[in-house]
């Protein structure tokens, strides 16, 4: 009896000693800083609202430019505050430009090539970083090797090819070259290196999952954050493209930047007008960025921790 209860009795002080040993630990590393949340001092709030300031200005003087007229936007100094003519030049630039059928043009082209980047990237970014085939390392070089060749090169083969599908001054010529690009597919395939575990992929196997069964049930799942971030980059770009949409479009049919150049067609640039025109072009992209912006940097934030 005696020597049965003499166990219960030392294992408790041992408990306890324990409990102790490790909340004098937590205490000890509460005063060392660990668990505390740092603040930002003053300098901080000053470096973040220079850069905020410097990145408000262009657009805020593309409206302050788009306000006036064109002889206050030559003079110097120059305007520092909005006009009266704001609405009156958007309207001009939009009949002129036929900014209407650019923006639906514009729509089509950089959500469909959005799109599909995202897609093919992710499914790339998988094969090349968890997949084993042979050839896996000399196809990745080839395709970084891409990203080295200037673009320029290859618009004569390029526009003849399209002229040869009866593509040319079509919107088919801009999308179908631009579907897949070697930046996504490196970019995802980077991210899933790190954020996919190889145990997730072999479980799939062993539950009898193919490729493309794990592809669409655990690939897609851990890739959202920078699909995300993928799909905002490649619209944003295809938005903005101007090189070859230039080449193969016409004005009877033009993205955005391709119309904007209407409007500097003149012998004298009405510079309050182009920038009018520049308004138009850019308040889509503030307003998907607005809409989705949250979303975007949310997705950031847990690759981040996943990575």
């Known amino acids: 009896m005696t020597t049965e209860s003499l166990p219960v009795g030392t294992d408790a002080p041992a408990r306890t000693t324990a409990h102790g040993s490790a909340a004098r630990g937590g205490r000890r590393l509460l005063r060392q800083g ?44 120059p305007p520092f505050l909005p006009g009266p003519n704001l609405f009156g030049n958007l309207a001009r630039a939009w009949d002129e430009a036929a900014m209407g059928k650019a923006m639906i043009n514009s729509t089509i082209v950089a959500g469909v090539i959005a799109l599909s980047t995202v897609f093919f990237a992710t499914l790339a970014g998988f094969a090349f970083a968890k997949l084993r085939f042979k050839g896996r390392n000399i196809l990745l070089m080839l395709v970084i090797g891409t990203m080295m060749v200037p673009p320029q090169l290859g618009v004569v083969p390029l526009f003849m090819m399209m002229s040869e599908l009866g593509w040319s001054q079509q919107l088919p010529a801009v999308i179908f070259p631009t579907l897949v690009s070697a930046v996504g597919v490196f970019f995802m395939r980077q991210y899933l290196s790190e954020a996919l575990p190889d145990e997730l992929v072999e479980a799939g196997r062993v ?57 500097s067609a003149g012998y004298i640039r009405d510079q309050s007008l182009i920038m009018a025109g520049a308004l138009l072009g850019t308040l889509p992209l503030l307003a998907m960025f607005i809409v989705f912006g949250r979303q975007i940097v949310s997705g950031i934030m847990a690759g981040a921790v996943k990575g």
Do not use: C, E, K
């Not at 539950?207 to 690939?219: C, E, K, N, P, T």
């Not at 959202?224 to 295809?238: D, G």
């Open 207 to 263: 539950d009898g999952a193919h490729s493309l069964r794990i592809f669409w049930s655990i690939v897609l799942p851990v890739a959202r954050p920078a699909m995300a971030v993928l799909f905002m980059i490649t619209f944003v770009h295809a938005w903005n493209d101007f090189f070859w949409p230039f080449v193969v479009l016409d004005m009877t049919n033009p993205t955005v930047p391709v119309a904007l150049t209407q409007l």
């Open 34 to 77: 660990a668990g505390r949340q740092h603040h930002a001092g003053p300098l901080a709030y000053v470096l973040l609202a220079i850069t905020a300031i410097l990145s408000i200005f262009p657009l805020y003087w593309t409206m302050v430019a788009a306000s006036t007229d064109n002889t206050r936007v030559s003079q110097t100094p």
